[in-house]
């Protein structure tokens, strides 16, 4: 007999580490590159965002290119997190320690 499997009773845990939080002055709403380690992974090149008057966010890693078509300036995503627990862990670590290294 088949039974149905049960929905995760529990959310995954991650060990994320912010390894480095790099404060860039004078760089528009750019205020910070930041680099994370998730067990024998390590992403650098996040990226500390905050427009003036609103929170802070963060960028995963990304790259710029400009288009053939136009020649206007465009981004691609280095990586992408298809678990989105992992992806807001992620962000909630690195705008914590943000937060604590500039003093909020």
Same mark, same amino acid.
């Given at each position: 007999?088949?039974?149905?499997?049960?929905?995760?009773?529990?959310?995954?845990?991650?060990?994320?580490?912010?390894?480095?939080?790099?404060?860039?002055?004078?760089?528009?709403?750019?205020?910070?590159?930041?680099?994370?380690?998730?067990?024998?992974?390590?992403?650098?090149?996040?990226?500390?965002?905050?427009?003036? !008057? $609103? @929170? #802070?966010? &963060?960028? *995963?890693?990304?790259?710029?290119?400009?288009?053939? +078509?136009? !020649? $206007? @300036? #465009?981004? &691609?995503? *280095?990586?992408?997190?298809?678990?989105?627990?992992? +992806?807001?862990?992620? @962000?909630?670590? &690195?705008?914590?320690?943000?937060?604590?290294?500039?003093?909020?």
């Amino acid at each position: 007999m088949n039974t149905p499997k049960s929905a995760p009773t529990h959310t995954p845990a991650y060990n994320i580490e912010v390894l480095s939080i790099k404060r860039l002055p004078d760089c528009g709403n750019l205020r910070a590159f930041a680099a994370v380690r998730i067990g024998s992974i390590e992403i650098n090149g996040l990226r500390v965002v905050q427009q003036p !008057g $609103q @929170r #802070a966010y &963060v960028q *995963l890693p990304q790259v710029e290119y400009t288009r053939r +078509d136009d !020649g $206007q @300036r #465009a981004f &691609v995503p *280095l990586i992408r997190i298809h678990d989105q627990v992992l +992806d807001v862990a992620i @962000r909630q670590a &690195v705008i914590a320690a943000w937060q604590t290294y500039k003093g909020v």
